[in-house]
């Protein structure tokens, strides 16, 4: 449970950071890249 939310948590802030350091970045991108990255966390966790 919480562990699980740390490890989003962390991965989200961590993709925040880069995507503010880059002054062409969409926030669409961003979105697609958390989305992506949760999905196969998530996945990896249920096996």
Do not use: H, P, Y
Request: hydrophobic share 55%.
């Amino acid at each position: 449970g919480q562990a699980l939310g740390e490890l989003v948590f962390n991965n989200m802030n961590m993709m925040f950071i880069e995507f503010v350091k880059r002054d062409e970045a969409k926030i669409a991108e961003l979105r697609t890249a958390i989305r992506r990255q949760n999905r196969i966390l998530v996945a990896a966790i249920a096996v």
